[in-house]
């Protein structure tokens, strides 16, 4: 079984310049998650889709970073205009089932590194 | 929000030995996940914990959940090189996972 595909998998951008960033997800899975992981942090949720709706993007600065996720399986995130604490590793991962009841784990793609100059 | 902590922040231990990575969360957590990430690579899942009292066991780590003191074990037995990683735990409510900072663990020859 494929895992969680990501690209690109590097890319550094001067501040203010947009970027973007694709996932594509385990197979089937219906629930997909972008992170933002700063050097010596853990994850932070950004946005979760369900199929191809949003379920939570509280933390999702949403003057400058957009996501979506059209037929419910690849997703793309955007960022525009960069800023220099934008700099991070952005994390896509897949979960096959959003239900409660079944510890469906998550499952990582590989990340793509931001650096913002 | 869901606050969780893992402490040390940093280990480092001598191989054979034995130590323990410890993870609080602040309110109750449906599930509570370990996962590693070797440097430069993505996160891989280690363990789920369902309900209090579960314990799982891998080789030479073993996780164990608490809920009514909020509080997960990573026990490494006779520790190898091999597990020099950064061992991360979730917290979840509803659907969304909260991260501890992470426990970057060296084992030393």
């Known amino acids: 079984e494929a895992g969680v595909a990501q690209s690109p998998r590097y890319k550094i951008i001067e501040k203010r310049q947009s970027v973007a960033f694709w996932c594509n997800p385990i197979s089937g899975h219906a629930t997909l998650y972008w992170y933002q992981q700063i050097l010596g942090q853990g994850p932070k949720l950004l946005i979760q889709?369900?199929?191809?709706?949003?379920?939570?993007d509280s933390q999702l600065p949403k003057d400058r970073f957009s996501a979506e996720r059209l037929k419910g399986v690849d997703s793309t995130l955007k960022i525009q205009p960069a800023k220099l604490e934008d700099s991070a590793v952005y994390l896509c991962a897949s979960r096959r089932t959003r239900s409660r009841e079944i510890g469906e784990t998550q499952y990582f793609g590989p990340g793509t590194r931001l650096l913002v100059l | 929000e869901l606050k969780v902590e893992q402490n040390p922040l940093f280990l480092s231990m001598q191989e054979g030995k034995n130590y323990t990575i410890y993870c609080n969360y602040s309110?109750?957590?449906?599930?509570l996940y370990w996962y590693r990430q070797d440097p430069g690579k993505s996160l891989e899942s280690l363990f789920v914990l369902l309900s209090n009292g579960a314990v799982k066991q891998e080789g030479r780590l073993m996780a164990s959940l608490d809920t009514k003191a909020r509080l997960s074990t990573l026990h490494i037995t006779a520790a190898v090189h091999d597990l020099s990683a950064t061992y991360f735990c979730?917290?979840?409510?509803?659907?969304?996972?909260?991260f501890g900072t992470g426990t970057s663990l060296t084992v030393i020859p």
């Open positions: 309110t109750t957590s449906d599930r």
């Open positions: 979730a917290g979840t409510t509803g659907n969304q996972f909260y």
């Open positions: 889709f369900q199929n191809n709706g949003v379920v939570d």
